[in-house]
């Protein structure tokens, strides 16, 4: 029975795996015939994570993809120059802004810790933030795992200040607060009842700090310098665009759009 039962989960996997292929082929098919896109990526990293997040539905992943480019090259400000080694975001990212915890919840998704706090609207520009989470969603997503399992938010906004509010903005700040299930937690014990605090950076439980984990994000990020700036080579050259061709509607990232600032989506 039980030999019976592991080779049909092996036979369905085999399946999900070929049908996974042949979909990336004809995505990366489609990709490479469009003559608005110009130096588009065609690896099966970045195609597979359009096809996971449309639940492997080719005309939606062929959506998203090309919002994905438009996007990026009609709002620069926001999702290019995703340098590391630029002092503002640097000094955002090492003072642990925005980060992965190198623990899963009990999903398997990746933990996405951020701390408003670390925000200071003096030294940093709106431009700063959208890069700190772009530049971190950018490399994550290279992870198979992540495009399947997502992504799990921990937003620390106990220094949200005046100056943050002002900062961000009313409209801006309603949206955060509606993005995805918002559970909202008025103490540290009250955040341990749905993760576990090894997991948790030390200042909330746990074992390392939030220093230390964001210097490791950093390193990370450091390794990936050259993969992230190469990314800036992709455009999306609308004179070239059929006239005819339907307007997408559908967004790079839930998250991301709720955070647009611009209504581009």
């Known amino acids: ?145 992540n495009q399947r399992k997502g992504f799990t938010y921990i937003f620390d906004q106990t220094d949200f200040s005046l100056g943050h509010f002002t900062f961000v903005g009313l409209k801006e700040t309603q949206r955060l607060l509606s993005a995805g299930e918002m559970v909202v937690h008025w103490s540290v014990e009250s955040l341990q009842l749905h993760f576990p605090a090894t997991i948790l950076p030390k200042e909330y439980g746990g074992q390392t700090t939030v220093q230390e984990l964001a210097g490791c994000w950093v390193k990370k990020l450091r390794e990936r310098r050259e993969h992230l700036l190469l990314l800036d080579q992709m455009i999306y050259d609308e004179s070239k665009q059929l006239k005819n061709k339907r307007e997408s509607s559908y967004p790079i990232v839930n998250f991301l759009g709720r955070l647009t600032w611009a209504n581009i989506f």
Not at 10 to 25: H, I, V
Request: with cysteine; aromatic share 12%; glycine share 2%.
């Open 1 to 145: 029975m039980m030999e019976a039962m592991e080779a049909e989960h092996n036979l369905l996997e085999r399946k999900e795996k070929e049908a996974l292929e042949s979909l990336q082929e004809e995505l990366r098919e489609w990709t490479v015939s469009q003559p608005y896109f110009i130096n588009p990526r065609i690896d099966q990293s970045f195609l597979r994570r359009f096809l996971h997040y449309r639940n492997y539905s080719i005309h939606q992943a062929k959506e998203v993809l090309e919002r994905y480019l438009k996007v990026r090259t009609n709002f620069p400000h926001c999702y290019q120059g995703l340098d590391i080694e630029d002092p503002s975001l640097f000094d955002l990212l090492s003072n642990g802004f925005v980060f992965p915890l190198p623990e899963k919840d009990k999903d398997g998704s990746t933990i996405i810790f951020s701390i408003a706090g670390k925000l200071d609207p003096k030294r940093h520009s709106p431009r700063d933030l959208f890069r700190a989470f772009t530049i971190t969603f950018e490399t994550l997503l290279e992870d198979e795992e």
